[in-house]
Every structure is written in C-alpha cells, then in structure tokens.
C-alpha cells in the first residue's frame, strides 16, 4: 500500500472492523498489530444524511474523506461506493488496489486472486477470472 499511496488513512470504525471476531484470521492478526504506514483516526461527525443510509464502515470513511478533502476511497460496497462517487470522490475497490499493484509489477494478480478466495470477500463466482483476464489484455 505504501508503495501505491502517498497516505493511507483508515478510520477507527474500519479499523475495528478488521478486528472483529468476523474478520479472517489473518486479517485480525494483521490489523492486531497495523504498519507504520497506516494512520488510524477518529470518525469525525458529519451533518450529511445522506450518509446515515451506509453500514458504520462506510459512512466512517466517506466522513473522514470528506473532511480530509481525500483525493480517492478504497471502498467495496455498492451503496458505499456509488455515496463516494456522487460526492465526488475517485473510488477503487479491493480488486481495483490489487490490479493497480500488479500493474506496478508489485504483485503477482493471479497469486492475489486465489488468496482472496480464500477470504471472506463477496463476489460473483467469475468476477475474479475476469478481472485477470482483462489485465492480461492490458
């Protein structure tokens, strides 16, 4: 990530998130002790109700991105993303970080791919083999 961004922000409700008995494990170990390249701050409040709709990750985000003026939000949630896009936010998701690593030759996407199968992240059963072909093409 730090290798990708100049700044990788998270706020506390995220954070805790990836803390959660829910989480997978590696994802709990791995937030049980973070990078020195993740800054982790507080939920700042926020007066748009348009938020209030969004699970507490979300909204989280969206207010801290708009009170940083942040340029992008990594964000996977439909409703969560199309809120940062009508805001005026660029919005990448967890497949858009991992082709953008791979594109920088950080990472090897196929071997990334299999990895999140493993995980508990939601897609549609050809949506992973897509996303590596079209990069293929790329």
Excluded: C
């Excluded at 954070?15 to 800054?39: I, N, T």
């Excluded at 989280?60 to 409703?79: M, N, S, T, V, W």
């Amino acid at each position: 990530m730090p290798r990708l961004f100049e700044e990788i922000l998270i706020p506390l409700p995220v954070f805790d998130e990836l803390r959660r008995s829910a989480a997978p494990l590696a994802v709990q170990q791995w937030a049980g002790s973070p990078p020195g390249w993740l800054e982790i701050l507080p939920e700042p409040p926020t007066h748009d109700p348009g938020l209030l709709a969004l699970d507490g990750g979300e909204k989280a985000a969206l207010a801290l991105g708009l009170a940083l003026h942040a340029d992008l939000i990594l964000i996977d949630e439909r409703k969560g993303a199309a809120a940062a896009v009508h805001r005026g936010f660029e919005v990448t998701g967890t497949l858009g970080l991992l082709t953008r690593a791979a594109q920088l030759g950080l990472i090897d996407l196929a071997g990334a791919l299999d990895r999140l199968k493993s995980t508990n992240f939601r897609y549609r059963p050809a949506m992973l083999d897509e996303v590596l072909a079209k990069y293929k093409k790329s």
